[in-house]
Structures are given as C-alpha cells and as structure tokens.
C-alpha cells in the first residue's frame, strides 16, 4: 500500500520528475491502438461540495473551460464526510453517422508540476440519468447541478480508475475507464471512492488533450 504524499511534498516531487522527464521523453509514449480515432475534451466541470448541498462551487472551482488549473479535482475526509465531487459534460459529441464508435471515455495522465494526491486515490465514476439540471436568470438558462440536485439524476457506477502515484508517476499511461453509446450530451460524476474508511485527494491540471476526455472512431 502507498504512503499518502501532501500536497507540497508531491509539488516539490513533481518538480524534479517534470525535468527529468522532460529531458527524456516530453510526449507520452503510446501505442498505435492509443494514437487512433479523435479525441474530444470535456466541455465544462462543475465542483460539487456535501457541505454547499445546495449550490454548485462557481466562485471556487466550477463550472469553467477544462484548461484551468485544479480542473479535474475530487476529494472526501475520513469516512467518507466532506465530500467535493466532480460533474464532467461533454457537449456536441459527433454522434453516428458524424461520427463512429466506440466511444471510450479514458483518462490520458502525463506528469505535471500541478498534480497531486493524497491517502485513498482509487476513484469512481458514475454515470448520469437525464440532463443536467438548469436555472434560468435574466432570461439566461445555465446549467446548474449541486449536490442535492444531482442525488436523483446519479446513476449506476460505470467505472472505477486510478491515476498513477510515485513512484510511477514519472511515467505517462493512458487509462482507460468504459465505453459507452453516444449522446449529443454525455454527463458523469466523479468520486473518491469510498469503500475505504480513508481520507482522500486528486487533482489534475488539464491542458493539451491531457486529462479526462473521450476518444472515438478507433
């Protein structure tokens, strides 16, 4: 069992990996199978927190465009208390005949200076029934999901995954989660899983089709 790394012990690790491997390898090493089809990023995250049951974290953490920092995050305390989960939407997904499957949603990790983790690090991913819940304010419909709204829209759990941890977090893998059938609108929560009493963290900067995304036509 690894040890669990603070966060400014793993920023200060990821320092001298990012250079190491930088020298080394600067693109993740992939096989013919990974490189094939197109990739598509998320269109927004929203942070959701058990202790905001009520509204979705938009002054703190979500929603915003992928490529910001602390874009995939989800965390829990000991015993599963304090909850932050993680809302993922990929919009305009290139649906059959536009596009062709399977449609794959995978996790591409290469290191970066920005990621870190701590305790348990395995995480779910759930799948979501339905469209995402809306507000509408000065004749602006947003989407909205929080905590309590997204109790009875959570589905089945579709996939659990872990991104690497030192000392294999110097090497890029590509992890593949589950494929699914299209829609225009594909949603997912994500969540330190709690099968384990332990407190947990990961969070994961994403930029340059690195990070949560979804691959299809391969």
Not at 19 to 47: E, H, K, M, Y
Not at 80 to 100: H, Q
């Amino acid at each position: 069992m690894s040890m669990p790394i603070m966060k400014s012990s793993m920023l200060a690790l990821s320092h001298i990996l990012l250079w190491s491997t930088a020298l080394a390898s600067p693109t993740p090493s992939l096989s013919p199978r990974d490189d094939c089809g197109t990739v598509i990023s998320p269109s927004n995250f929203w942070q959701i927190h058990e202790q905001e049951p009520y509204r979705d974290e938009v002054n703190i953490l979500g929603p915003f465009p992928p490529n910001n920092e602390l874009s995939f995050h989800v965390s829990q305390d000991a015993n599963g208390a304090n909850e932050k989960d993680l809302i993922a939407s990929f919009k305009n997904v290139p649906c059959p005949p536009a596009g062709r499957g399977p449609y794959a949603v995978e996790f591409l990790y290469v290191l970066d200076d920005r990621y870190y983790y701590s305790g348990n690090v395995k995480i779910d991913m759930f799948a979501i029934n339905g469209p995402l819940p809306t507000e509408t304010t000065g004749g602006t419909t947003e989407q909205v999901p929080t905590w309590n709204n997204m109790a009875g829209l959570t589905g089945s759990l579709v996939g659990t995954f872990s991104l690497p941890v030192a000392p294999d977090a110097i090497h890029s893998k590509l992890v593949n989660i589950n494929s699914f059938t299209c829609q225009p609108e594909m949603n997912f929560r994500f969540s330190i899983n709690n099968d384990s009493p332990a407190a947990g963290e990961v969070g994961y900067f994403q930029a340059n089709q690195a990070g949560l995304r979804i691959r299809y036509g391969c």
